[in-house]
């Protein structure tokens, strides 16, 4: 859920105040010896230091920021009406992310996006905020606004686009005011550990949150307009040996309010999802696939709906070079109402080239194939990602 | 420890030798080489509950085609930055790994310090404090030692 537009004015204001905070940068990888010198000395390198103060007087901040821009050209040829085109530069998310070390055992993270829309207004989303404690590595427990667990993708590449292979999220995990169908983002608390043995390794992970509003974009972030609970189980095992299979089930459950707004949702509905992914990471290739099945039930007047949708990548890595190719596709029941019209279902094939200019930024090419309801489109897509 | 063996059929071979060196609090004497990839790829991070694993790098085990790099993360320098800053936004980790001057340097942080782990040339441990982890349960200089090229 937006928590607000701001007009460009505030949102300078406030990127300024984020950009000072930039000061205490960390590097990714923290070179001990940093704080010295750039001038060449005969003495030897002084082991670690640390400001004086600096871990006295407030936690230890690392905030990085990830952006892109993306330029898209799409061919349509509409059933019964002819071909057209859309072309189009667009700015992506700028995102803010803020990792702080409380305690040994104790770690904050915050993801802030900035996001331009059609009418040049900047909206600003918290996208995660939440406080961890770590007991060890089979229990943590943290609070606030997660991704939910829903899979790898989602947990795995957030809003960065950098790190994901490809252009765009797949369909089907899609953010909720993107079009996606999937509750994303779970406000309440969140739970996981993991386990090894050898080779393998066992994870449970689950999200206890508000759940979702009247409509699919509604993340209830402030209050939740009914008591019950919205619950997510997603268990993984794991497996080491030339390269890293991940793979296990997730359930969803929870009790969506009814929407007076919109004619035949007056009813509350029961939202169950079952879904399953499997992973494979090497030094050469990666796997990435997801099912889910959605399944609204109106507790008013007994209506069913099921909205299966699932993604299946394949990435090849040549080093820089990552050629990639898959399959997405979305079967959304449009007699669902609680996703309104905006959401349709989509099948699409997809290839394309990444080429990692450096570890900070990435060139994507993409070529799609979309088929939507009476519209079979093809779409060329450049994006250049980048982090800072 | 530099280990130079000889059949009557080759040249001599220079081998290089790496140890796992640990802080003294840490209760673990022999892991396997699953382990040490784990811990070095931040997947397991604790060593016991409360007592987090954090890693020591010296600047010559991130060095291309370094023994760390090539044999344990299969990576190369770049590849371990978008590791790090992965585990970062993945909330895995709230602080990166430090990097030392030196294998010396590294072995006497983890000596001196709490729940430290590196990975130094052998020859660097000899006469320091910190403990050398068996693998498999060989220590360094034995027959059969895992971590060698």
């Known amino acids: ?388 | 420890m530099t280990v130079v063996t000889t059949t009557w059929a080759e040249a001599p071979a220079v081998v290089e030798e790496y140890a796992v060196v640990v802080s003294p609090d840490v209760d673990v004497k022999s892991m396997d080489l699953e382990r040490v990839r784990r811990l070095f790829l931040l997947r397991e991070r604790y060593w016991r509950p409360g007592r987090s694993v954090k890693l020591i790098f010296s600047e010559d085990s991130v060095e291309p085609r370094s023994f760390l790099l090539e044999r344990i993360y299969r990576m190369n320098y770049s590849g371990l930055r978008r590791l790090i800053v992965e585990k970062l936004y993945q909330e895995e980790i709230d602080l990166a790994p430090k990097v030392v001057a030196s294998d010396e340097v590294a072995v006497a942080f983890v000596a001196s310090g709490r729940g430290l782990i590196a990975l130094v040339r052998t020859t660097a441990t000899t006469g320091a404090g910190a403990k050398v982890v068996a693998i498999d349960g060989v220590l360094p200089g034995m027959p059969g030692y895992a971590l060698r090229r």
């Open chain 1, 1 to 388: 859920m937006r928590l607000g537009t701001l007009r460009r004015r505030a949102v300078k204001v406030a990127t300024a105040l984020c950009l000072s905070a930039a000061t205490l940068l960390i590097p990714p990888v923290a070179r001990a010896d940093d704080g010295d010198s750039a001038e060449p000395t005969d003495e030897p390198a002084r082991p670690i230091g640390r400001e004086f103060g600096a871990s006295d007087i407030a936690p230890r901040l690392s905030l990085h920021g990830f952006a892109d821009v993306t330029a898209t050209a799409y061919f349509d040829d509409v059933d019964g009406v002819g071909t057209s085109s859309r072309n189009y530069f667009a700015l992506g998310e700028l995102d803010l992310f803020l990792v702080s070390h409380l305690a040994d055992n104790v770690s904050f993270l915050s993801e802030i996006v900035f996001e331009s829309d059609t009418d040049a207004e900047v909206a600003v989303e918290l996208e995660r905020i939440f406080i961890k404690y770590t007991v060890s590595d089979r229990f943590w427990i943290s609070l606030g606004r997660h991704h939910t667990a829903f899979g790898d993708w989602n947990e795995t590449y957030h809003h960065g686009l950098l790190l994901q292979p490809t252009v765009a999220r797949p369909e089907v995990v899609q953010f909720e005011d993107h079009g996606g169908v999937l509750p994303v983002h779970s406000v309440g608390f969140a739970l996981g550990g993991r386990v090894f043995k050898r080779s393998w390794g066992f994870e449970y992970a689950a999200n206890i949150g508000n759940g979702r509003g009247p409509t699919s974009r509604d993340v209830q972030t402030g209050s939740d307009l009914n008591d019950q609970k919205a619950v997510t189980l997603r268990l993984t095992a794991s497996h080491e040996a030339k390269g890293r299979l991940l793979f296990g089930p997730m359930v969803h459950f929870d009790k969506i309010p009814p929407n007076p707004a919109v004619p035949g949702r007056e009813g509350e509905l029961t939202e169950r999802i079952v879904g399953a992914y499997l992973t494979y990471r090497d030094d050469r290739f990666e796997l990435l696939s997801e099912y889910y099945y959605i399944r609204h039930e109106d507790n008013l007047t007994g209506a069913r709906y099921n909205s299966p949708g699932y993604f299946l990548i394949g990435v090849v890595d040549f080093g820089k070079l990552k050629p990639y190719g898959g399959y997405d596709r979305l079967d959304v029941d449009t007699d669902d109402l609680f996703y309104g019209p905006e959401i349709t279902p989509l099948k699409r094939g997809l290839v394309g080239l990444r080429w990692d200019l450096n570890s900070f930024n990435a060139l994507k090419f993409e070529f799609r194939h979309d088929i939507r309801p009476g519209v079979h489109s093809n779409g060329f897509v450049v994006q250049t990602a980048f982090m800072f």
